[in-house]
């Protein structure tokens, strides 16, 4: 079985030249938390996580002993941080070289992949374009025979 087998096409995907407001509510809207990130024709770039965007807005330990130090204070630093950063672009904190996979690789080697590296999601690329994804939901659906 291949990846192009399985693959959902229809990726959760952002422009490159999007803002970290936009990326949080395709995030929130979509349910997906790794977004594949484009240009304008569709050339594959990296890959924004959800992760990477709660990090970017996470105030660090310096940030939060500024504040007062407590829960409380640390929540609303954080509230700020995150804020603030509504329409800073999401290049900094993109992903510009993950892993990648191709539609004709061998699907127990993606779960392979998937599973070392604590993984949920890759990109499928040809040709440097972005066709799709597959996830370790999607192999799983794959794998009980539902497709």
Do not use: W
């Not at 509510?25 to 990130?37: A, H, P, R």
């Not at 304008?40 to 105030?59: K, M, Q």
């Not at 040709?127 to 497709?147: E, F, N, P, Q, Y």
Request: aromatic share 2%; proline share 4%.
């Amino acid at each position: 079985m291949r990846v192009g087998d399985v693959m959902t096409v229809r990726a959760a995907r952002i422009r490159y030249s999007s803002n970290m407001l936009y990326a949080a509510e395709i995030v929130g809207l979509s349910g997906i938390g790794d977004l594949m990130v484009v240009d304008d024709d569709n050339t594959f770039i990296g890959v924004l996580s959800e992760g990477d965007i709660l990090r970017t807005a996470l105030p660090d330990i310096d940030e939060i002993l500024a504040a007062g130090g407590t829960v409380r204070e640390a929540l609303d630093a954080f509230l700020r941080k995150g804020k603030a950063l509504a329409s800073t672009p999401i290049a900094p904190v993109v992903i510009q070289d993950p892993i990648v996979v191709s539609p004709d690789e061998e699907v127990a080697a993606v779960a392979t992949i998937l599973l070392q590296k604590h993984i949920g999601r890759l990109p499928v690329v040809v040709d440097g374009k972005l066709v799709g994804t597959v996830s370790r939901a999607d192999i799983c659906r794959a794998v009980v025979g539902t497709l």
